[in-house]
């Protein structure tokens, strides 16, 4: 496997870093293989990014033949757009570089926790705009996710909305008119990526109501989409097993949502 750490590049000054986990091939199984990659936006509601939705999500897709990345993008005081166009470049990145890592260039999927799944939910509505390509210089096509894993998203900034991850991502430039903007089940349209998203009823932090706004949305545009709702659970379970509890408090063990990245994994294949 080769491991990398690479530092992204926008316009604006980032000190947001890619780190890398590619799976190498065998000349004795097959020396040409191409594999999805998988792109981690961990979630921290825009003020950190979670070390629990990271490096061990990345390993347990490396794990299923997958390729994976973690993506430390910019968090507060640095605000919107910049998080979103260090996650443009990183998938631009990928698909430049499909033929030296062996990825399968029309299968680069964004998964994102909480806010990181509000970021991956972004790029998946706003690949197109002229304002993105402006910002970053890249071509819609080049930036548009295959698809998007969505783990208990932040994705209203309505009634049921995570006002921290919101006011973090907007600072200085907090307005009714972008707050409106960021309510991404307002920005869903036919040419959205197919989407697989979960979270528990339980989730007192972000509401379930966000992914219900935004499969309603996703239905009404005609979008595939696999939804999951587990009756129980608190919310940032990550992979609701022992190796992302935390120790401190025990927090984060929950046998029943466990199941949701090998499902995942098998949405992934199609």
Known sequence: MRYGVISVVTKK??????????????QEMDSNRKRPVVLICPGGG???????????????????????????????????????????????????????????????VIAGFSAGGHLAASLGTYWQEEWLERETGLAA?????????L?????????????????HLMGSKNTPELNEYLSLEKRVTKDMPPVFVWHTNADDVVPVENTLLLAEAMRKQGISMEV???????????????????????????????????MAGEWMRG
């Open 151 to 167: 783990a208990y998203p932040v994705i209203t900034s309505g009634d049921f909305a995570h006002r921290g991850s919101f006011e």
């Open 13 to 26: 000054h980032s000190e947001a870093k890619l780190y890398t986990y590619f799976q190498d091939n065998s």
């Open 228 to 262: 999951h709702i587990f009756p129980e659970g608190a919310h940032g379970l990550a992979l609701a097993n022992e190796e992302t509890m935390v120790k401190s408090d025990g927090f984060g063990i929950e046998p029943r949502c466990q199941k949701w990245i090998t």
């Open 46 to 108: 825009y003020e950190f990014t979670s070390d629990r939705e990271a490096e061990p999500i990345a390993l347990q897709f490396l794990a299923m033949g997958f390729h994976a990345c973690v993506l430390r993008y910019s968090v507060a005081p640095v605000e919107f757009p910049q998080a979103l166009c260090e996650l443009a470049w990183s998938v631009n990145y990928l698909r430049e570089h499909a033929e030296e890592y062996g990825i399968q260039s029309d299968k680069v």
């Open 141 to 149: 096509d080049d930036i548009r996710p295959s698809g998007l894993i």
